[in-house]
């Protein structure tokens, strides 16, 4: 419920700062909340990735992006994320979220966000998102793409996803959610 609450209020708060460009780099500062720490007081790792949400939110919003798919139905849908940590960040620390889009593939679109202390990086992740319509099925990017000049962004200024990140969603991907996959723990089993 915490993240509802301040995802409420970045929303409502995106709508009177800047905007920015789809491709720009956002910046959005934070504190560390109780509902953000673990028992060593420091932001727990698995509170990033909602903390991420917030920064992906913010820039959709300044650039006028998320108002364009809300009324198009599209639900935003993370596919894959990876993460790392340099440094913790501590309860009531003062911080942003650094958000930026690194470009569309055939696929996914693609963000990089970092955590920044003091103007030094904390924790940096990759975040491999798609959207989806009403119907549950994805968008293509070439509709979004067609979304986004709509909404007056240039898309010959679209940045080049890296092809190391390919790779890795590659090494990452389960199978699709209309295949099976049952669990079962299998010994001596490459566990990819």
């Given at each position: 419920?915490?993240?509802?609450?301040?995802?409420?209020?970045?929303?409502?708060?995106?709508?009177?700062?800047?905007?920015?460009?789809?491709?720009?780099?956002?910046?959005?500062?934070?504190?560390?909340?109780?509902?953000?720490?673990?028992?060593?007081?420091?932001?727990?790792?698995?509170?990033?990735?909602?903390?991420?949400?917030?920064?992906?939110?913010?820039?959709?919003?300044?650039?006028?992006?998320?108002?364009?798919?809300?009324?198009?139905?599209?639900?935003?849908?993370?596919?894959?994320?990876?993460?790392?940590?340099?440094?913790?960040?501590?309860?009531?620390?003062?911080?942003?979220?650094?958000?930026?889009?690194?470009?569309?593939?055939?696929?996914?679109?693609?963000f990089e966000q970092r955590v920044v202390v003091d103007g030094d990086v904390a924790v940096r992740a990759f975040i491999?998102?798609?959207?989806?319509?009403?119907?549950?099925?994805?968008?293509?990017?070439?509709?979004?793409?067609?979304?986004?000049?709509?909404?007056?962004?240039?898309?010959?200024?679209?940045?080049?996803?890296?092809?190391?990140?390919?790779?890795?969603?590659?090494?990452?991907?389960?199978?699709?959610?209309?295949?099976?996959?049952?669990?079962?723990?299998?010994?001596?089993?490459?566990?990819?």
């Amino acid at each position: 419920m915490h993240l509802l609450l301040r995802t409420l209020w970045v929303l409502a708060r995106a709508r009177r700062r800047p905007r920015l460009g789809v491709w720009d780099a956002a910046s959005l500062p934070l504190r560390a909340l109780p509902t953000d720490v673990d028992i060593a007081w420091h932001i727990n790792n698995g509170q990033y990735f909602g903390l991420f949400d917030l920064g992906r939110f913010d820039l959709m919003a300044r650039a006028g992006v998320m108002s364009a798919f809300q009324r198009r139905g599209w639900t935003p849908v993370v596919q894959a994320e990876q993460v790392a940590f340099r440094r913790s960040v501590t309860l009531g620390q003062a911080f942003s979220i650094e958000t930026k889009c690194i470009g569309l593939d055939e696929r996914a679109v693609w963000f990089e966000q970092r955590v920044v202390v003091d103007g030094d990086v904390a924790v940096r992740a990759f975040i491999c998102t798609r959207l989806r319509a009403k119907d549950g099925t994805p968008v293509t990017n070439d509709v979004v793409r067609a979304a986004l000049a709509e909404a007056g962004h240039d898309l010959s200024a679209e940045p080049t996803v890296p092809e190391w990140l390919h790779g890795w969603r590659a090494d990452v991907a389960l199978p699709s959610a209309r295949t099976p996959l049952p669990h079962a723990w299998r010994a001596g089993a490459d566990h990819r």
